[in-house]
């Protein structure tokens, strides 16, 4: 698998002693480079891996893995399947910029290699399909919900896990779900976080069905209820989030969650605010 994206050629390896991470526990080995498909068993997988940028140890779930396809591009592999050895990088878009920044993976794979200099927004592209496509098959396992109203009854409910309101949508929408939220705040129930980060057209790619016209091509409001067979869902779009570093909306000031960084791919142009749906 390569990269079609203009890329550019890592500078030779950094030849500098790497010091071990004084974070890790007795034992912890400080290897930038796994051991490949063959070395599959559940340890593996539940092992800690060492950060290429930070040198931070963490669970693989923390970070992303990245091989180098059979020209040398440096090639992020998500789901930490793809053939050869692999170093892994903290799963956040600042982690992975310094990473090409710094010219780290050449001396992560121990080799000269090709890094995209756009490898953090297409990282960011991946995560996002992966996402959206989890919530499309929520939606329709029932699991994922669209409409301000059906939105509402499911937080009041104390049934929401998350809760994704369109950043290009009216405020008026907005002000309830937050109504709701303190409901369930005040009868101490679990209240779902709120990202305001994603615009209508994101939300919408979430749909069944692709220009449904019931959906318009716009979401204004979408939440994922607490069950446990919305955790891949839940899983994926929490990955998105971190990646991107937003932050949850503080429904006690209606402060908005942070907008995703400028220089990814998946961000969509603004939009007219919509009418709630």
């Not at 297409?122 to 929520?138: H, V």
């Not at 709120?194 to 979408?222: C, Q, Y």
Request: proline share 6%.
């Amino acid at each position: 698998m390569s990269a079609s994206h203009p890329s550019h050629t890592a500078s030779t390896p950094d030849t500098d002693a790497v010091v071990p991470d004084q974070s890790g526990t007795a034992g912890d080995e400080l290897r930038f480079l796994d051991a490949g498909p063959g070395d599959s068993s559940k340890k593996r997988r539940k092992s800690q891996r060492t950060c290429l940028v930070t040198r931070a140890i963490k669970s693989p779930d923390q970070m992303v893995r990245f091989v180098l396809s059979p020209d040398g591009t440096v090639t992020p592999d998500v789901k930490a399947v793809l053939p050869g050895r692999g170093v892994w990088v903290t799963a956040t878009r600042t982690a992975v910029d310094e990473a090409v920044s710094r010219k780290l993976f050449s001396r992560g794979f121990k080799t000269q290699c090709v890094t995209p200099s756009d490898l953090g927004a297409t990282l960011d592209d991946i995560l996002a399909r992966f996402a959206f496509g989890a919530l499309s098959m929520a939606r329709a396992s029932g699991d994922a919900i669209s409409g301000l109203a059906k939105v509402d009854a499911l937080i009041r409910s104390n049934e929401a896990a998350l809760v994704l309101d369109a950043s290009d949508a009216s405020d008026d929408g907005f002000r309830k779900i937050c109504q709701a939220v303190r409901f369930v705040e005040a009868m101490e129930g679990e209240p779902p976080r709120i990202f305001r980060s994603f615009t209508g057209i994101e939300l919408a790619s979430s749909a069944i069905r692709k220009n449904d016209p019931d959906e318009g091509g716009f979401v204004t409001h979408l939440a994922l209820r607490r069950s446990g067979s919305s955790r891949s869902a839940l899983q994926r779009i929490n990955r998105l989030i971190a990646y991107r570093d937003l932050l949850p909306v503080d429904v006690n000031h209606k402060k908005r969650s942070n907008t995703p960084k400028t220089g990814t791919r998946s961000g969509s142009p603004a939009r007219p605010a919509k009418k709630d749906r």
